[in-house]
């Protein structure tokens, strides 16, 4: 009365809901765990997932349980040396411990007090970006229709078997049937009447080759009729689709890193840990955004995403040059009424003496009117100097568009990256 | 005995070879009159099983993000290697089904068959605990009834409700069970119909409980509401409410607690039926462990006497039936207490060799059994005892002495811990004892229960724990209190006694302190 059941196919992530759920709990402690790990991993790193641990007493299910104190008597195995009444000093220093055996310490090489589990890296990134977005992006012109979704079209005489349309399919053979069978049941009534003619007449009146002849013809009717299929190929019907284009939002981004001789390995470090973090943010939550990179120091130059992140190159700093680049490459590529454009820059804030000024008047006069949000981070642990005064009176001319920050050390990257791209309310 | 030709050898397996193996150990747990439900095995990937193991062993459950954590631990436990996952696990059902990992070699789901499918399989059925408190053929039914109600209030009422609730049934899970009286068997039918019955029902009898109009007592009438009848619970009699102690905290919630909605109280009744379907299963880990070990290990040698399994295979079993049954020192740094496969195997491995083998010192310690027919003892002892009553009665000196079991006394009054007894003449009955209240389910938990509810007073509800060896309630209890509180709403007061006079008070919300000094 035994029988074998192979669940095998049978799904998988039975506890998908469970483990959500736990996670939803746990929030600000996992998101906790994620920012210091976003801040501890090195630039290459941030593609995977990660191990997250939650002090024991937070996640605990409490019960009521006996307490350290009282009498106990513990039984365990592996006596080896001790006789009734020997007298032992008391573990761990008179707090009464629970004797021998009973919550020794793991021997995994993490403390039982905390509660270790892995996130995936989905989660681990999900949890990275929670709660941000590109600000102030707007559906411009649809142009670029590469999104396209299918929608019914009516229905056609051909298509794939997985969208036949039966109801349509069976009227078809129902019609061709009717059709095709009333001249020949027409005809067989026909015969079959004349046949019953010629059988009521007197045995010496009948003709039997007419008889024969009928009786042929009866036959060759009924099989005819028979031969008619209930269902044929130019019967059926399938739904038809076609595609249709989907309006989307299109975004391009234009990093702008400052790699000259003042920018040290360790702030040149820390911008693109920033950038790298944009990017990633931008891969993940929205398809459609171009990115754009622009290196610079006297010159600026665009760059691929490779080289950004890994080329060394210095120089001096002439900071109007990149952006007059992007300037010039939004006129030659990126329409302002068919993009959303957005500038992440970032700079340990040294320019050229008087190229601030420059700046001032190039953002103000031709990029910020184009522009959905620009943003400023300032690599420094200095006082600010004439660039980051530059952008101030940007920023009081365009309140909503335009954000700055500075970092000090890496552990900035992630909290001013989280302030730069915070959700905003809808306004 | 003609030895036959293996039915299969190597260590892939295949459903043929497994059935075939099924129908041999069929055949011989019926010679050995092993009397089990039908089995429905089925096969898993190592997910799956992590998934079954999460849910603690429920083939469905509700949604609850402790079982999510649960399954995290089990997944990370996993991947670093540290955990083998158990290779079965069976569920106390009628079709009793067990779960058997892909992975596993042929050898190992022949010994998962005999274990789980024979050996815990047959004690599900004839141990006393589980005839008594479980009914097998309407658990997965219950369950899915449950999963299904817990979704529903979930819609209604949202996740967050839902989850705050069991949040606080979980923490009282365990005394939410009946330890003496049988309660009705669960049937999801039944359940489904009589749910919306017992909503108003319940709802009713709370409402006379708590209604804040004094009864009218007439006197000429004699006191017609205060009969039997009219008056159940004896509410308006004069007298403590409950009369008795009441060990069942949360079946006193369900009926009792003032402000849950319906809902809410049957969601408190789910919980408490399923912690009652657990409840033999902890009071039995040493005997069941011990008794499919037990019959694994006989089944094994059979098939090779029998010629149905090869060296190859039984040297693999033996290595991994000697690893199950390890139980590492008290010093070893791979001590993690008692493994009761090791004590369970030994126990009744040694009723087996009692009842063949007597020695004198067995005659003297078990006259009844001594030289009895040992599957008839074997089978009365798996019968009629839980892991208490059954070291109580059965852990023999020789047991003792193999595993070299010592006693030892933690004292708080003491400066220092004292070895009670040990492997000798003067120890066995000392350590026997000793051992049999340590798995004692009433030795393991805190003893509390209801006092009082005071109805007619402020409302609050008085739970009395008795204090077991002076041993005090742990820290876990505040929070506890607090679900208390959130079912019952009104303030918790829980206090302490020792041999009758009261040690300890605690009480949530903690009252402030101004306004007793105001």
Known sequence: ??????????????????????????????????????????????????????PTKDISEPSFQHGPGGRRTVVSPGNKEFAEGDRLRRPGGGGGGGGSGEGQAGNQGEGMDEFVFSLSREEFLDFVFDGLELPHLERKQLQVLEETRPVRAGISKEGVPARINIVRSMREAQARRIGMRAPLKRALREAQEALDIEERKDPVLRNPARIDELKSEITRLEKRIASIPFLDTYDLRYNHLTHQPMPSNQAVMFCIMDVSGSMTQAHKDIGKRFFLLLYLFLERNYEKVELVFVRHHTVAKEVDEEEFFYSRETGGTIVSSALTL?????????????????????SDGDNWDDDSSTCLELLNESLMCKLQYFTYVEITPHAHQALWEAYDTVRAAYPERFAMQQIVQAEDIYPVFRELFRQRAQG | MTRRKPIATGSDWNFEALESYERAIAELAREYRLDTYPNQIEIITSEQMMDAYASVGMPIGYHHWSFGKQFLSVEQAY??????????????????????????????????????????????????????????????????????????????????????????????????????????????????????????????????????????????????????????????????????????????????????????????????????????????????????????????????????????????????????????????????????????????????????????????????????????????????????????QFLSPKVIRDLKLFSLVDDDRDDSLQIEAIHDDRGYRRI????????????????????????????????????DRRRPLGQSLFPVMRYLHQLWGFPIKLESTEEGDIVRRYQWPIPEPTRESA
């Not at chain 2, 006197?219 to 509410?235: R, T, Y």
């Not at chain 2, 049999?436 to 006092?451: C, D, F, G, H, T």
């Open chain 1, 326 to 346: 992007v300037n010039s490459i939004i006129e030659a590529r990126y329409a302002p009424e068919q993009w959303n454009l957005y500038v992440a820059q970032a």
């Open chain 1, 1 to 54: 009365m035994s029988y074998f059941i192979d669940r095998r196919p049978n799904a998988r992530h039975k506890s998908a809901v469970n483990r959500q759920r736990f996670l939803q709990r746990y929030r600000s402690h996992i998101k906790r765990a994620v920012e210091e790990s976003v801040n501890r991993r090195s630039i290459t790193d941030m593609e995977r997932g990660e191990k997250v641990s939650i």
């Open chain 2, 79 to 392: 991947r670093r290697g540290q955990m083998g996952l158990a290779y079965e696990l069976v569920i106390n059902s009628d079709p009793c089904i067990a779960y058997l990992m892909e992975e596993n070699s042929l050898m190992m789901q022949v010994l998962v068959i005999a274990h789980a499918c024979y050996g815990h399989n047959s004690f599900f059925k004839g141990n006393y605990l589980f005839r008594t408190w479980t009914d097998a053929s309407a658990i997965v039914d219950y369950l899915v009834f449950a999963r299904s109600y817990v979704a529903k209030c979930e819609e209604r009422h949202g996740v967050e409700a839902v989850e705050q609730l069991l949040d606080a049934c979980h923490a009282l899970q365990n005394y939410g069970v009946d330890r003496y009286k049988r309660p009705s068997p669960i049937s999801a039918d039944e359940e489904a119909r009589r749910q919306e019955e017992r909503e108003a029902y319940l709802q009713t009898q709370v409402n006379r409980l708590w209604s804040t109009i004094p009864p009218v007592v007439s006197e000429l009438a004699q006191e017609p509401l205060h009969d039997h009848e009219n008056d159940p619970l004896g509410l308006h009699r004069h007298g403590r409410y409950p009369s008795e102690p009441q060990e069942n905290l949360l079946y006193f919630l369900e009926k009792n607690a003032p402000l849950l909605e319906p809902w809410q109280r049957e969601i408190v009744r789910i919980v408490r039926k399923l912690a009652q379907y657990f409840y033999p299963q902890r009071q039995t880990q040493v005997m069941n462990e011990g008794w499919a070990t037990f019959w694994h290990y006989t089944l094994m040698n059979r098939l090779y006497d029998d010629g149905l399994i090869d060296e190859g295979i039984m040297l693999e079993f033996l290595q991994s039936h000697t690893s199950v049954i390890t139980q590492p020192g008290f010093d070893s740094p791979y001590f993690n207490g008692i493994n009761p496969y090791a004590l369970g195997f030994a126990m009744f491995s040694d009723i087996q060799r009692i009842c063949r083998a007597p020695t004198e010192e067995d005659r003297e310690w078990f006259p009844d059994i001594a030289g009895s027919d040992w599957l008839e003892t074997l089978h009365f002892a798996m019968q009629n005892f839980k892991d208490e009553s059954f070291i109580q």
């Open chain 2, 432 to 467: 026997r004892e000793a051992l049999s209240v340590q798995y004692a389910l009433s030795a393991r938990e805190p003893n509390i229960q209801v006092w009082e509810a005071d109805i007619r007073g402020d409302r609050s509800l008085t739970l009395r724990h008795v204090q």
